[in-house]
């Protein structure tokens, strides 16, 4: 700078010069008018910005039409031992809730150390964490930083859908109106509830929401009963469901873990002696892996009791409450139900185990194929085949081929030709399902009868590998050939048609009346003649069964049926295509021939219905059903029995089905090695497709069945009575011994089994074929009044066995028991002990005056006619010496004594 006096006047002139003043007022004008501006597009921009902030505030929820508790949960299943059996699991809703006051302290600081340092002290979201975020974000950290608070995460995963936009507009007005609801949220909500609904809600890998989910999937425990380090594993996930999950991941969540181990101790949640002991705990070896056969048995695939229990349970729903199926379905599935089932859990392993014994079994089981396969053909579309395809394939080389084979590596061979003859070169195979079931099959149903509820089930042998895949035991109708007997018949007989256990009816050649259709006995056309109901029970005889329901009537043997709570029976029905009629109000109902047949739990239950005094129980398998809250939905825990038969006509009915056992059909299902009576009735199709016995001790009923699922004539029939048999003898071994109460409206009386009138002393005990005197019971008021009609007792001569002449001495004259009887169409039991006919003027052919002995002329030659040569007597007449062998399995034509 010049400053020399010239200079300084250059300087003054230029300064006080117009022009020089004109562009400095331009300079300060311009000045003042870009800071204007600045000032005025902040102010514009921040008004802007309150505006748009304003906006999305305006556009959240509001405060009091939200609901940030969960509202999915998974329903679990108790046994009747308050058991956890297992739990059923919809879509989002593996959640087992919690209250905070059961949610250990650890777990809840492992939380708050590492996701909200300063959850108790801030009013819903973290300034200082904001800034925090901000700053490293402008620093080069990027905008991920973790600055949202419990409270914001809370709001995040129930109102804002667990956060998932993809742009960051739609992640700005989110994060806005979740900071403005969590201010809002934590002036309406306590901190405790807010922290409780937080740990039930957030995801925490392997399909796990909330923390109790999480400890029972990794730990198998609950998580009250998590030490620091299974707490700090659990927290860990949070970050990163899939990258921290303990199973896949290990070693990165116990990265994740130290840190949070250090965070607590940092914040003076845990000392420095927990933090060293945490550190070396080898937490992850106690993790169950994810692909274990244990956690895989106890989640993937319901069993039959359960598929069984989620049918009633939706029945219930939707018949009690008024649901629709899929609001049951949901209530289920997704609504945290508790549900108290009736299963005994020592009873249904130990018929678990002994069903599953494979030496149980005929050896000649074979397994049933079935399959599934899909084909993506070059044009893209899908083609479905199945077993049936497979099955008439092969059957155009070979009729005989069928579904059914030894080993599972026998089938081998005829899938891979079947795909070689569907799958086209440029196709490809989309999906293939490839199943053998093992057959013959079994069912099997365990009640109480005093209660209804069902202690066990089994609805199929062999592997189950889907839920709700077929229940044999609770939705397969079968026929139930001879069970129905007891059902239908004798029942109705003896409760309303004054019939008793003495009444009898002649086991004869018999036809269906106004058709010439014969009734068969199982054993053939072995008749038995005479023969009382009792009799009839435990023989299983055919044509006493029918006739006796013919007296009945099928319209009162159905009725009874209906009251026993069957609801497969049908009354009538159209076909709709060929215009049929088919109903079961038949005679063949005695038999047990019905159109669609019977399940074996409804089966079972009215076996029970006997055992129980006749008092109907519907059969349950849960007791009660409870909320996700505790409230009582459905109470089933009392049981409410309608009386459907007299209780004499139960004990009537058990004491004769008790000879089955004893003398009958089911010996081999007695229980006398544990010392314990047992009534029951065995039942058998034709062609022995159906295999069954349904009985009852004094303490529980149990029904099996046997067959093949697609019918098939069975080699080996007593199967089904060895595993009913070896099961209820495992259940009884531990139990007292107890006798069938016998009731007030019960007393005796000597009848005579051929008559069904009282005995005749010295005639009914002296029967041809051996006494026929039995005490019986009866119900009180039903005792027969009448003396034995059919029973006589007449003179003949020994040697002959005619009507004594005037020429038989009296040494040779004896008494002998006959039979009165007319009207048979075959030869019966009864037939060698028939009265003759004409036999007061039948003569003995022995003794006449020629007949005279050389030695003693009052002495008859024996054997001899009247010209002295040997003869037999053209009527055979037997001794009075019993058989050893039972009525029914005697020779038809039965050779007399002579001697």
Known sequence: MNFSNNGIKDKYKETVSPNKKRKKKASVLFFRTFLICIVLC?????????????????????????????????????????NKMQQLVGSNANRVYVNIEDIPKDLINAFIAVEDERFWSHKGIDVRGIFRAFFLGITGGGFDQGASTLTQQLLKNTVFEGGMETNFSDKFERKIQEQYLALQLENKMDKKTILEYYLNIINLGQNTLGVEAASQRYFNKNVKDLTLSECTVIAGITKNPSAYNPITYPEDNAKRRTIILDKMKEQNYITEEQYQKALTDDVYSRIELVNTEQYASKSNVNSYFVDALVDEVTNDLVEELGYTSTQAYNLIYRSGLSIYATQDPKMQKLCDDVFADESMYPGNSTFEL??????????????????????????????????????????????EEYKKHVVGKNDRIDGEVINFVPQPQVSFVLMDQYTGQVKALI????????????????????QPGSTFKILSTYLPALDTKGMTLATVFDDDLYYYPGSTKKVNNWNGEAYNGFTTIRQAIYNSMNVMAVKTLEQVTTQTGFSYLQKLG????????????????????????????ITDGVTNLELTNAFATIANGGNYTKPKLYTKILDQTGKIMLDHTDSVSTQVMKDSTSYLLTSAMEDVVKAGTGKKLSLASVNMPVAGKTGTTSNDNDLWFVGYTPYYTAGIWGGYDNNGKQEDTAYHKNLWRTVMEKIHKPLARKEFTRPESITTAKICTKSGKLAIDGVCDHAPNGSTVRTEFFAKGTVPTETCDVHVKVPICEASRHTPSAYCPSIDIINRVYLIKSGEKAQTADTPYILPNNFESNLCPIHTNSGKSPENPEKILPNVTPNGKPSKPDTAIPDNKPSDKPENTRKKHASPRND
């Open 42 to 82: 902040a102010c514009i921009g921040t008004f802007a910005g309150i505006g748009i902030v304003r906006g999305i505030i305006d556009n959240a929820p509001h405060i009091d039409s939200i609901n940030v508790a969960p509202t999915t949960f998974a329903t679990t299943i108790y046994d009747s031992k308050g």
């Open 566 to 593: 069957f609801t497969t029976l049908v009354e009538n029905r159209v076909n709709e295509k060929t215009g049929a009629t088919v109903s079961d109000l038949n005679l063949s109902l005695a038999l047990g021939g």
């Open 370 to 415: 079935t399959y599934r396969l899909t084909v993506i053909d070059e044009k893209g579309e899908a083609h479905n085949y199945s077993e049936m395809n497979l099955k008439k394939y092969f059957q155009k080389k070979n009729t005989a081929f069928n579904l059914y084979f030894k080993n599972r590596k026998k089938a081998d061979p005829y899938i």
């Open 459 to 478: 609805g199929g042998r062999g592997l189950k590998n889907y839920s709700r895949s077929l229940n044999r035991a609770t939705a397969t109708a079968r």
